[in-house]
């Protein structure tokens, strides 16, 4: 176990973490990872283990269009978050099951998550979620609220978050994240 438990932390974590942001979110490799993380994290009972194994499981499952597959783990996170009292996981299932509910269509859903999310949005540890999954939560939260309140039928509502969202991440200063934000939303 000492020997599995050092894998999580030298190699498989930080592998995840640059598959996600330069390898490709729905590459085999990439969730073959998640599963290692996450099968070890579970016998180790290992929180951030589990989160990062569950959320490579639900990027890659929801980038290969496996949409309601997804949203299972994305109610994983949830459950595990609650049940732990793990903002971290909480937070990041909420953010999950947002963007499998928009895809799914159910926009109401989605923006109910959202909402949730930002509730517990903390900027002082925006940078911890960027390093677990590549992104800043707020911007996720914006890019998929402001398509979904586009598509309700409020444009004028949907361009001033599309603008706060922006201003966000530009605050931020990931380039990721900046990128993100200014290509979609």
């Not at 903002?87 to 299932?93: F, P, S, Y």
Request: aromatic share 8%.
């Amino acid at each position: 176990d000492a020997k599995d438990y050092g894998i999580i932390d030298e190699v498989r974590e930080p592998l995840h973490t640059a598959g996600l942001q330069w390898h490709g979110w729905a590459l085999p490799d990439v969730k073959a990872n998640a599963e290692e993380i996450l099968r070890l994290a579970e016998r180790q009972n290992r929180p951030r283990s589990l989160l990062i194994g569950l959320w490579g499981k639900w990027v890659s499952t929801v980038t290969q269009g496996r949409i309601v597959e997804a949203l299972d783990y994305a109610q994983r996170l949830l459950d595990e978050g609650t049940r732990r009292g793990e903002i971290d996981l909480h937070i990041l299932g909420h953010r999950g099951s947002m963007f499998s509910h928009f895809y799914l269509g159910n926009l109401r859903q989605a923006r109910e998550h959202g909402d949730r999310a930002l509730d517990l949005y903390d900027t002082s540890r925006a940078g911890r979620w960027i390093e677990l999954v590549g992104n800043d939560v707020r911007t996720a939260v914006g890019v998929c609220t402001s398509q979904a309140i586009w598509m309700l039928g409020y444009p004028d509502l949907a361009a001033q978050m599309t603008d706060r969202k922006d201003a966000d991440a530009r605050r931020l200063g990931h380039p990721f994240d900046t990128g993100w934000a200014l290509t979609w939303g």
